[in-house]
């Protein structure tokens, strides 16, 4: 079946140690979104690639970076983690934005030690 | 800008209804409604693109009033495995948008 899906499901890292999380793509999507949810709060949009154009949000934090090396493949890089980014990491795409359905990943939780 | 759920929480028993608000202080072109269980990732319920849409599939349907701003989520005859947390999302600049969330909890 055609999916989102997300490595690793769970991530422990330490504080300041760099980590990356990855998502890939089957539905050949030209949208794909990385959201940050932390406990008892909405999905909160990070940062979001329109085929190659990436979009950053005004209030992503620098430490977090994103790469989108072909359609399939996006990756999440938080260069030195604190204990606030300890957060379930959300990927979802969509074939044309935010019009149509978001197909999410099942998401990696990250813990920071 | 976030839109804004109502009610907050809301806790009910089997075969109860309810209602889900989600408003927003912008101009509205579609909206999004996701159930969320805890520990898991979103599952999309449906999507309002045009005012005066409604929707639905089982006992869960949305309406969607573009010049209010707003859109609802109906729940009738609620069953256990419609407890979660909905989100409703709102597009801006082409992106989705989620509110803040209700919990919902259905009891036997």
């Known amino acids: 079946d055609a999916m989102v899906i997300q490595n690793p499901r769970y991530q422990v890292t330490q504080f300041g140690k760099p980590v990356t999380l990855s998502c890939s793509q089957t539905l050949n999507h030209n949208v794909m979104y990385w959201y940050q949810q932390k406990s008892s709060q909405a999905p909160k949009l990070l940062f979001h690639y329109y085929d190659k154009d990436f979009n950053n949000e005004a209030d992503t934090p620098d430490n977090f970076q994103s790469r989108r090396p072909n359609t399939s493949f996006c990756f999440l890089d938080i260069r030195s983690p604190g204990l606030g980014d300890a957060a379930m990491y959300l990927c979802?795409?969509?074939?044309?934005?935010?019009?149509?359905?978001?197909?999410f990943g099942s998401g990696t939780q990250l813990s920071v030690l | 800008q976030q839109p804004v759920q109502s009610p907050q929480a809301v806790i009910l028993r089997e075969g109860e209804d309810a209602v889900i608000n989600c408003s927003s202080s912008k101009a509205l072109y579609s909206v999004h409604w996701y159930r969320q269980k805890h520990g898991e990732a979103p599952v999309f319920l449906m999507i309002?693109?045009?005012?005066?849409e409604q929707k639905g599939h089982d006992k869960i349907s949305a309406s969607f009033n573009e010049k209010k701003q707003q859109s609802s989520l109906y729940l009738t005859a609620s069953q256990l495995s419609y407890s979660g947390t909905y989100f409703c999302g709102t597009v801006q600049g082409g992106k989705l948008i989620f509110g803040q969330g209700t919990e919902l909890s259905v009891k036997p």
């Open positions: 309002l693109l045009k005012g005066g």
């Open positions: 979802a795409t969509s074939q044309r934005g935010g019009y149509e359905k978001l197909f």
